[in-house]
Protein backbone atom coordinates (compact mmCIF):
# COMPACT_ATOMS: atom_id res chain seq x y z
CA UNK A 1 0.00 0.00 0.00
CA UNK A 2 1.29 3.19 -1.31
CA UNK A 3 -0.09 5.81 1.69
CA UNK A 4 1.84 9.02 0.37
CA UNK A 5 -0.10 8.07 -3.07
CA UNK A 6 -3.02 6.75 -1.60
CA UNK A 7 -3.40 10.41 0.93
CA UNK A 8 -3.14 12.57 -2.45
CA UNK A 9 -5.91 11.07 -4.15
CA UNK A 10 -8.28 10.89 -1.28
CA UNK A 11 -7.66 14.38 -0.55
CA UNK A 12 -8.03 15.01 -4.61
CA UNK A 13 -11.16 13.29 -5.04
CA UNK A 14 -12.76 14.95 -1.52
CA UNK A 15 -11.31 18.19 -3.02
CA UNK A 16 -13.38 17.30 -6.86
CA UNK A 17 -16.61 16.32 -4.43
CA UNK A 18 -16.65 20.04 -2.39
CA UNK A 19 -15.52 18.28 0.69
CA UNK A 20 -13.24 21.12 1.31
CA UNK A 21 -14.64 24.42 -0.29
CA UNK A 22 -14.05 25.85 2.79
CA UNK A 23 -12.08 25.70 6.09
CA UNK A 24 -12.36 22.91 8.21
CA UNK A 25 -11.26 21.48 11.83
CA UNK A 26 -9.69 18.68 13.09
CA UNK A 27 -12.42 17.96 15.07
CA UNK A 28 -15.03 17.87 12.02
CA UNK A 29 -13.24 15.67 10.56
CA UNK A 30 -11.82 13.55 13.00
CA UNK A 31 -15.72 13.11 13.40
CA UNK A 32 -15.88 11.96 9.98
CA UNK A 33 -13.80 9.36 10.68
CA UNK A 34 -15.72 8.13 13.82
CA UNK A 35 -19.12 8.24 11.67
CA UNK A 36 -17.39 5.76 10.05
CA UNK A 37 -16.26 3.60 12.50
CA UNK A 38 -20.28 3.81 13.76
CA UNK A 39 -21.30 2.27 10.05
CA UNK A 40 -18.52 -0.68 10.32
CA UNK A 41 -20.22 -1.80 13.74
CA UNK A 42 -23.59 -1.46 11.98
CA UNK A 43 -22.45 -3.39 9.15
CA UNK A 44 -20.93 -6.01 11.57
CA UNK A 45 -24.36 -5.99 13.52
CA UNK A 46 -26.02 -6.52 10.44
CA UNK A 47 -23.97 -8.95 9.10
CA UNK A 48 -23.26 -7.74 6.01
CA UNK A 49 -19.79 -8.52 3.85
CA UNK A 50 -18.44 -7.59 0.48
CA UNK A 51 -18.93 -10.44 -2.27
CA UNK A 52 -15.62 -10.02 -4.16
CA UNK A 53 -16.75 -13.41 -6.15
CA UNK A 54 -20.04 -12.31 -7.94
CA UNK A 55 -18.15 -8.15 -7.93
CA UNK A 56 -15.14 -9.72 -9.72
CA UNK A 57 -17.56 -12.04 -12.22
CA UNK A 58 -19.34 -8.99 -13.16
CA UNK A 59 -16.64 -6.92 -13.31
CA UNK A 60 -14.47 -9.72 -15.65
CA UNK A 61 -15.10 -8.24 -19.07
CA UNK A 62 -16.07 -4.16 -17.92
CA UNK A 63 -13.60 -1.80 -18.27
CA UNK A 64 -14.98 1.13 -15.28
CA UNK A 65 -13.46 3.60 -16.80
CA UNK A 66 -15.77 2.91 -20.26
CA UNK A 67 -18.55 1.68 -17.97
CA UNK A 68 -19.13 3.73 -14.74
CA UNK A 69 -22.67 3.56 -14.11
CA UNK A 70 -22.33 -0.45 -14.49
CA UNK A 71 -19.48 -0.16 -12.18
CA UNK A 72 -20.96 1.47 -9.61
CA UNK A 73 -24.17 -0.54 -9.44
CA UNK A 74 -22.09 -3.30 -8.94
CA UNK A 75 -20.20 -1.95 -6.54
CA UNK A 76 -23.41 -0.81 -4.59
CA UNK A 77 -24.66 -4.60 -4.90
CA UNK A 78 -21.45 -6.73 -4.02
CA UNK A 79 -18.95 -4.17 -1.66
CA UNK A 80 -21.04 -0.68 -0.70
CA UNK A 81 -22.08 -0.87 3.44
CA UNK A 82 -20.00 -3.96 3.69
CA UNK A 83 -17.67 -4.10 6.92
CA UNK A 84 -15.22 -4.70 4.06
CA UNK A 85 -16.03 -1.28 2.59
CA UNK A 86 -16.41 0.71 5.56
CA UNK A 87 -13.01 -0.33 6.82
CA UNK A 88 -11.97 1.57 3.49
CA UNK A 89 -13.69 4.14 4.01
CA UNK A 90 -12.15 4.53 7.55
CA UNK A 91 -8.87 4.54 5.79
CA UNK A 92 -9.50 7.12 3.39
CA UNK A 93 -10.80 9.24 5.53
CA UNK A 94 -7.42 9.06 7.64
CA UNK A 95 -5.99 9.51 3.91
CA UNK A 96 -8.02 12.87 3.22
CA UNK A 97 -7.02 14.25 6.82
CA UNK A 98 -3.64 13.70 6.17
CA UNK A 99 -3.85 15.17 2.51
CA UNK A 100 -5.67 18.01 4.24
CA UNK A 101 -3.79 18.95 6.46
CA UNK A 102 0.19 18.34 4.92
CA UNK A 103 0.77 15.81 6.80
CA UNK A 104 2.56 12.76 6.50
CA UNK A 105 1.51 8.93 7.23
CA UNK A 106 4.29 6.93 7.74
CA UNK A 107 3.27 3.28 6.21
CA UNK A 108 5.53 1.70 8.72
CA UNK A 109 4.52 3.72 11.63
CA UNK A 110 4.70 1.31 15.22
CA UNK A 111 2.61 2.37 17.64
CA UNK A 112 2.35 2.08 20.64
CA UNK A 113 0.63 -1.19 21.27
CA UNK A 114 3.35 -3.10 18.23
CA UNK A 115 0.69 -5.03 16.13
CA UNK A 116 -1.39 -7.15 18.36
CA UNK A 117 -4.66 -5.27 17.76
CA UNK A 118 -6.31 -8.71 19.44
CA UNK A 119 -5.12 -7.39 23.19
CA UNK A 120 -7.98 -4.25 22.80
CA UNK A 121 -11.04 -6.33 23.83
CA UNK A 122 -12.73 -9.29 22.76
CA UNK A 123 -15.42 -8.33 20.32
CA UNK A 124 -15.71 -6.27 17.38
CA UNK A 125 -17.45 -3.63 18.98
CA UNK A 126 -14.75 -3.23 21.96
CA UNK A 127 -12.05 -2.77 18.92
CA UNK A 128 -14.30 -0.32 16.91
CA UNK A 129 -14.60 2.10 20.51
CA UNK A 130 -10.87 1.22 20.86
CA UNK A 131 -10.41 3.20 17.06
CA UNK A 132 -12.85 5.77 18.38
CA UNK A 133 -10.40 6.52 21.69
CA UNK A 134 -6.93 6.89 19.33
CA UNK A 135 -9.05 9.65 17.31
CA UNK A 136 -10.86 11.38 20.40
CA UNK A 137 -7.54 11.52 21.56
CA UNK A 138 -8.00 9.79 25.11
CA UNK A 139 -4.78 8.01 24.38
CA UNK A 140 -2.60 9.73 22.25
CA UNK A 141 -2.95 13.17 23.41
CA UNK A 142 -3.75 16.54 20.98
CA UNK A 143 -1.10 15.70 18.48
CA UNK A 144 -3.51 15.44 14.92
CA UNK A 145 -0.45 14.06 12.53
CA UNK A 146 0.32 11.25 15.45
CA UNK A 147 -3.41 10.14 15.68
CA UNK A 148 -3.51 9.80 12.14
CA UNK A 149 -0.62 7.17 11.75
CA UNK A 150 -2.16 5.56 15.14
CA UNK A 151 -5.59 5.65 13.60
CA UNK A 152 -4.14 4.13 10.57
CA UNK A 153 -1.73 1.46 11.51
CA UNK A 154 -4.85 0.58 13.86
CA UNK A 155 -7.36 -0.09 10.81
CA UNK A 156 -4.50 -1.68 8.83
CA UNK A 157 -4.37 -4.38 11.85
CA UNK A 158 -8.32 -4.40 12.14
CA UNK A 159 -8.29 -5.38 8.34
CA UNK A 160 -5.45 -8.08 8.91
CA UNK A 161 -7.21 -9.42 11.18
CA UNK A 162 -10.52 -9.72 9.99
CA UNK A 163 -8.31 -10.67 6.81
CA UNK A 164 -9.66 -8.50 4.39
CA UNK A 165 -7.51 -6.99 1.73
CA UNK A 166 -7.45 -3.57 2.67
CA UNK A 167 -6.09 -1.98 -0.11
CA UNK A 168 -8.12 -3.73 -2.73
CA UNK A 169 -11.07 -2.02 -1.33
CA UNK A 170 -9.80 1.08 -0.53
CA UNK A 171 -8.85 1.11 -4.51
CA UNK A 172 -12.36 0.16 -5.36
CA UNK A 173 -14.11 2.71 -2.61
CA UNK A 174 -11.83 5.49 -4.43
CA UNK A 175 -12.89 4.44 -7.90
CA UNK A 176 -16.73 4.58 -6.61
CA UNK A 177 -16.19 8.48 -4.78
CA UNK A 178 -14.77 9.92 -7.76
CA UNK A 179 -18.04 9.11 -9.85
CA UNK A 180 -20.49 10.10 -6.74
CA UNK A 181 -21.99 13.53 -7.24
CA UNK A 182 -20.45 16.70 -4.90
CA UNK A 183 -20.60 15.88 -1.16
CA UNK A 184 -21.83 12.28 -2.20
CA UNK A 185 -25.54 14.28 -2.11
CA UNK A 186 -25.11 14.62 1.82
CA UNK A 187 -25.69 18.27 3.41
CA UNK A 188 -21.12 17.79 4.53
Not at 111 to 124: A, L, N, Y
Not at 126 to 145: P, Q, S, V
Request: one cysteine or more; hydrophobic letters at 35%; proline letters at 3%.
Amino acid sequence: MNVQQLTQQAYQIACAHGFHDKPLPNEHLFMLIITEVSELVEADRKNRHADITDFKKAMRDINPETHPSYFMTCFEDCIKNSVEDELGDIAIRIFDLAGYRKWTLDEHYEPEWGHDITQFGKSFTEKAYYLCTILCGDIIGDDGEQKANCALAYVIDFATLLNVNLSWHIEQKMRYNALRPKLHGKKY
